[in-house]
């Protein structure tokens, strides 16, 4: 039972929730000025988890014959038959009913809010499909993770900061965009749409450039409407700082570095501007 529960955190790589969850104590910190109570924090953390095992699982899912196919995700559970499709549906839906759970426990509004927040991230699975803006989906539906937690803890919608969710938005679609790159020859032979697979790589990497100066721009926007402090600017110019080396070591014509680029970058962004963000409103 361990070994098969390893095998499905693997297959989500669950180490990865590092880049949302950040953002949703993020808004909660912000919605609360400060510390959120115990209770309501660790309805967020199972909030989270649970929506995003939920996503990745179902992603697992639906694209496990493209899987089959991509010499660089044929090794994954699914395809590999390390793990059965019975089993990848019913953590699917454990994980949908602890999302669920966890925002009955929280208030009404994240309970309202929870069935629209779920429907983006898993119909994100289905847009490399159809559209080549799939990169803004994923965005769009990471960029509920600040706005939830801020509801989770004030129960209401006045005063968000929606610049942050932007923010959010915009270096998704950024790094998602990049990341693509690996998978750019096989999309187009498969039918898939992708920023890179529509335009090429350089083009993409351009694309990507922009959406991350935009980010930049929003986050620092952020800490302007919410009155944080010269903490969260240093946490800012680290951000800014991580940006530039993701496309300092990666670019269209070597790909070898995107995994620190895409990885250990992005975590690091994410939880540098929580911690600056939770330092500015408590020091």
């Given at each position: 039972?361990?070994?098969k529960?390893a095998?499905l955190?693997e297959m989500i790589?669950?180490e990865?929730?590092?880049?949302?969850?950040?953002f949703?104590?993020?808004?909660?910190f912000?919605?609360?000025?400060?510390?959120?109570?115990?209770?309501?924090?660790g309805?967020?953390?199972?909030?989270m988890?649970g929506a995003?095992?939920?996503?990745?699982?179902?992603?697992?899912?639906v694209?496990?014959?493209?899987?089959?196919k991509?010499p660089?995700?044929?090794d994954?559970?699914?395809?590999?038959?390390?793990v059965?499709?019975?089993?990848?549906?019913?953590?699917?839906?454990?994980?949908?009913?602890?999302?669920?759970?966890?925002?009955?426990?929280?208030?009404?509004?994240?309970l309202?809010?929870?069935p629209?927040a779920?429907?983006?991230?898993l119909?994100?699975s289905?847009?490399?499909?159809f559209?080549?803006?799939?990169h803004?989906?994923?965005?769009?539906?990471?960029a509920f993770?600040p706005l939830?937690?801020?509801?989770?803890?004030?129960?209401?919608?006045?005063?968000?900061?929606?610049?942050l969710?932007?923010?959010?938005?915009?270096?998704?679609?950024?790094?998602?965009?990049?990341?693509?790159?690996l998978d750019?020859?096989?999309d187009?032979?498969e039918g898939?749409?992708?920023l890179?697979?529509?335009?090429?790589?350089?083009?993409?990497f351009?694309?990507?450039?922009?959406?991350h100066?935009?980010?930049?721009?929003?986050?620092?926007i952020?800490?302007?409407?919410?009155?944080?402090g010269?903490?969260y600017?240093?946490?800012i110019?680290?951000?800014g700082?991580a940006?530039?080396?993701q496309?300092?070591?990666?670019?269209?014509?070597?790909?070898?570095?995107?995994?620190l680029?895409f990885f250990?970058m992005?975590?690091?962004?994410?939880?540098?501007?929580?911690?600056?963000?939770?330092?500015?409103l408590?020091?």
């Amino acid at each position: 039972m361990l070994a098969k529960i390893a095998i499905l955190l693997e297959m989500i790589k669950f180490e990865h929730t590092v880049f949302a969850l950040p953002f949703a104590f993020m808004g909660a910190f912000l919605g609360k000025r400060g510390i959120p109570e115990a209770a309501t924090f660790g309805w967020v953390v199972l909030a989270m988890v649970g929506a995003r095992t939920c996503a990745m699982g179902f992603n697992r899912i639906v694209d496990r014959k493209f899987d089959q196919k991509n010499p660089r995700t044929a090794d994954r559970a699914l395809p590999a038959a390390t793990v059965k499709l019975w089993e990848a549906w019913l953590m699917v839906v454990l994980a949908a009913a602890l999302f669920f759970f966890a925002c009955y426990n929280l208030n009404l509004l994240t309970l309202q809010l929870a069935p629209l927040a779920l429907f983006l991230t898993l119909f994100y699975s289905y847009t490399k499909r159809f559209t080549w803006l799939c990169h803004v989906v994923l965005g769009i539906a990471l960029a509920f993770s600040p706005l939830g937690g801020w509801v989770a803890v004030t129960g209401s919608l006045v005063g968000f900061p929606y610049m942050l969710s932007l923010a959010v938005l915009f270096w998704v679609a950024g790094f998602d965009t990049v990341y693509a790159c690996l998978d750019a020859d096989f999309d187009r032979r498969e039918g898939l749409q992708s920023l890179p697979a529509r335009f090429g790589r350089q083009a993409a990497f351009r694309i990507a450039v922009l959406f991350h100066v935009i980010a930049f721009a929003l986050f620092v926007i952020t800490g302007i409407a919410t009155d944080l402090g010269s903490i969260y600017y240093l946490g800012i110019a680290f951000t800014g700082g991580a940006l530039f080396y993701q496309h300092l070591v990666v670019n269209p014509r070597d790909l070898s570095r995107i995994q620190l680029s895409f990885f250990s970058m992005n975590g690091l962004i994410s939880l540098t501007l929580f911690v600056a963000t939770w330092l500015s409103l408590v020091l």
